[in-house]
């Protein structure tokens, strides 16, 4: 009997052809649903959509769309501030000159002269009258720096001839200053005194006389006189002495400018001293005379 022999190479033949057949029936990968590798370069690319955004493009965001040819309105120009108004003596020059001074010169003969027409002399340093408890010269000060205070309140310049006590001051040098100084007026602030303590009141003495160096002050002087003298009676109660003309006096015969001397009252009657050293009664008497320069320069209020 004849044996077959098993040809390996046909079996093997066969396998192969199966694995072709195999593989050309498999379906693609996304039809057997395995996912596609993810594009990484392009996730990186893309930021999220939940950015958020900066607060002041979110404002642009909101604001209405102008319209298309109109022209944007000007913001309203500011309101002036209103200018403030004038003080009643703005624009004034005031020369006051509280009388006498305290200089180590009194006393030693020293002379001036009484008028610029004239070769009559007087002396050039006098103490002044006294109280209880001030000198005149103390008393002129005061009032002086009080005086310079309202009148600056009012809006003028002052002009003092003095602020302080211990000064050398001949009354020549006082006009001198006022006359240099631009002033419109220059007043003399005295107190009275006398042989009789039972004088008193007010006065305003007034440039008189052929020994005026200028003669035109005279109108201007006796106008402001009169006013003074008034209004500080009025405001202190005072007895109104009135004015008194006067050609004996360097400050006055000096003067190119209008110019009075205020006797403010007697140091040498007691309740009338008593008054003038009071500060209540110097403020009355400064109210007067700020009052009183008001009407001269013709202020309405």
Not at 261 to 274: H, K, V
Request: net charge negative; glycine share 8%; proline share 9%.
């Amino acid at each position: 009997m004849r044996k077959r022999v098993f040809d390996g190479s046909g079996l093997l033949g066969l396998l192969l052809c199966l694995c072709l057949c195999a593989g050309c029936a498999a379906p693609p990968a996304e039809a057997a649903g395995i996912p596609d590798e993810p594009d990484v370069q392009q996730e990186q690319d893309v930021e999220p959509e939940t950015q958020s955004k900066p607060e002041s493009e979110t404002l642009r965001a909101n604001e209405p769309e102008p319209e298309m040819g109109a022209e944007p309105k000007p913001e309203p120009a500011p309101e002036p501030e209103p200018e403030p108004e004038p003080l009643p003596l703005e624009g004034h020059i005031i020369c006051l000159d509280p009388g006498h001074c305290v200089t180590e010169e009194a006393g030693k003969g020293y002379r001036e002269p009484v008028s610029p027409l004239s070769d009559e002399t007087k002396p050039r340093y006098l103490s002044g009258t006294s109280g209880a408890t001030l000198t005149e010269e103390q008393l002129n000060l005061q009032v002086g720096l009080k005086l310079r205070d309202a009148l600056t309140e009012l809006g003028a310049e002052v002009v003092m001839t003095r602020e302080v006590s211990e000064i050398s001051l001949p009354n020549t040098e006082r006009c001198r200053i006022a006359n240099e100084s631009g002033a419109d007026v220059h007043i003399h602030i005295h107190a009275d005194g006398s042989e009789s303590e039972k004088a008193h009141g007010v006065s305003v003495l007034i440039p008189d006389g052929d020994l005026l160096g200028t003669p035109s002050i005279v109108e201007e002087s006796a106008r402001l006189g009169e006013l003074m003298v008034n209004r500080v009676c009025e405001t202190t109660g005072a007895k109104n002495r009135g004015t008194v003309p006067r050609s004996d006096l360097t400050g006055l015969n000096f003067s190119e400018i209008p110019s009075v001397f205020i006797e403010m009252g007697f140091m040498t009657n007691p309740e009338e001293d008593a008054l003038l050293s009071s500060g209540e009664y110097q403020d009355k008497i400064v109210a007067g005379m700020a009052e009183s320069l008001l009407d001269w320069y013709g202020v309405e209020r």
